[in-house]
């Protein structure tokens, strides 16, 4: 099983950016997929989910109304749309199946906003 994200970049707060996350060797269509995102000296945290059976979504507080994660099954592609960027936002951001598998993690995409 192989995640890989893509991306992520260097943005003026305000800005916005869309990550995207492939996966290969597994079917991201029945499965909890969701996005993390890590900064220096943190563990990974939760940002985003998006339910396989229902289409639902969770995000957490700081991204509510800016962050929007959606999934193209064709693709085995998750998404997520990243607007009004604020310099918090900047981190290391991840896919994964939430609850989070180990063996999962790709290298992730630098999201960095500047103010």
């Known amino acids: 099983v192989q995640m890989v994200e893509s991306g992520g970049g260097m943005v003026q707060a305000g800005g916005s950016l869309r990550l995207s996350c492939t996966a290969s060797?597994?079917?991201?269509?029945?499965?909890?997929m969701a996005w993390y995102r890590q900064t220096p000296g943190q563990g990974r945290t939760l940002v985003a989910r998006?339910?396989?059976?229902?289409?639902?979504?969770f995000y957490i507080d700081s991204v509510k109304g800016r962050f929007t994660i959606t999934k193209d099954n064709a693709r085995n592609t998750i998404y997520l749309q990243m607007t009004s960027l604020k310099p918090e936002d900047t981190a290391i951001y991840y896919c994964?199946?939430?609850?989070?598998?180990?063996?999962?993690w790709g290298r992730g995409t630098q999201v960095t906003v500047s103010s």
């Open positions: 994964n199946e939430d609850p989070s598998d180990a063996g999962y």
């Open positions: 060797g597994l079917t991201i269509w029945y499965l909890t």
């Open positions: 998006l339910r396989w059976m229902d289409n639902s979504t």
